[in-house]
């Protein structure tokens, strides 16, 4: 089974400073890899994904992430930190094994910014 | 076109009572997932459809839970027989695909709370 470890159920960053919200991951398998946010009484949305290819990726918001098979992670960055960043991050890996692309899910990371 | 739909948002159910959760996915997704989020955890697979057919229900956690998406379209979710350890929120996603590079499209999830 596959397993997704967010480190820092709660990061704290003032505004204007770097974001980093980490996420490892295990898979026997090639992953999927997704980064999603959740603001308050609204669903989980994408703000992006790897799936083949370049390894870096942007997404909405002005975030990206890498993919780095060798350390099995995939971190979620953004140079520098809106206000309207605050929100929960979750991290979440599916693969290429067919059976339905279940998700697996990290624990998620609640993002302040400090003005 | 519209989201993904859940109803209710809130449900409070008493000790033994049966509840039933409803989730309209994207006109169209092949994929419909359920998934249960306990509080400060992250979302944890319960079961999935592609189209009609329950292709996966490995992650229901009892006999109690039972899901069904007749015409491949709206499904639904029933809990028979409520326990507190059921308190959580109960997310739906769909996917226009089957496989683990689509992404989910995630409804706003319905909190179910039993007293």
Redesign the interface.
């Known amino acids: 089974a596959q397993s997704?470890t967010q480190l820092g159920?709660h990061v704290s960053v003032s505004e204007g400073a770097l974001v980093l919200l980490r996420c490892n991951y295990s898979s026997s398998v090639p992953p999927?890899l997704?980064w999603?946010v959740q603001y308050p009484?609204?669903?989980?949305?994408?703000l992006l994904?790897y799936?083949?290819g370049a390894t870096l990726v942007k997404g909405i918001n002005g975030f990206e992430a890498e993919f780095k098979k060798s350390e099995t992670s995939f971190h979620l960055t953004k140079p520098s930190a809106h206000m309207s960043d605050a929100a929960e991050y979750?991290c979440a890996v599916?693969?290429?094994?067919?059976?339905?692309?279940?998700?697996?899910?990290?624990?998620?990371t609640s993002l302040t910014v400090i003005p | 076109g519209a989201?993904?739909s859940q109803s209710p948002r809130y449900k409070v159910a008493k000790r033994g009572q049966d509840v039933a959760l409803r989730c309209d996915p994207i006109s169209g997704h092949v994929?419909l997932?359920w998934?249960q989020q306990a509080l400060?955890?992250?979302?944890?697979?319960l079961t999935?459809f592609?189209n009609e057919a329950q292709?996966?229900k490995s992650g229901l956690p009892s006999d109690r839970f039972f899901a069904e998406r007749p015409e491949g379209s709206v499904s639904t979710l029933k809990i028979q027989r409520t326990q507190q350890e059921d308190s959580a929120v109960y997310?739906c996603?769909s996917?226009q695909?089957?496989?683990?590079?689509?992404?989910?499209?995630?409804?706003?999830?319905t909190r179910l709370t039993v007293t």
Do not use: I
């Not at chain 1, 009484?41 to 994408?46: A, D, K, P, S, T």
């Not at chain 1, 599916?94 to 998620?108: A, E, I, L, M, P």
């Not at chain 2, 400060?40 to 697979?45: H, I």
């Open positions: 997704v159920s999927y997704f999603y009484n609204q669903g989980l949305q994408l994904k799936t083949t979750v599916s693969d290429s094994r067919g059976r339905g692309n279940q998700f697996y899910f990290g624990t998620g | 989201g993904v994929s997932f998934y400060g955890q992250g979302p944890e697979f999935y592609q292709l996966d997310l996603a996917s695909g089957t496989s683990g590079t689509h992404e989910q499209y995630f409804g706003p999830g």
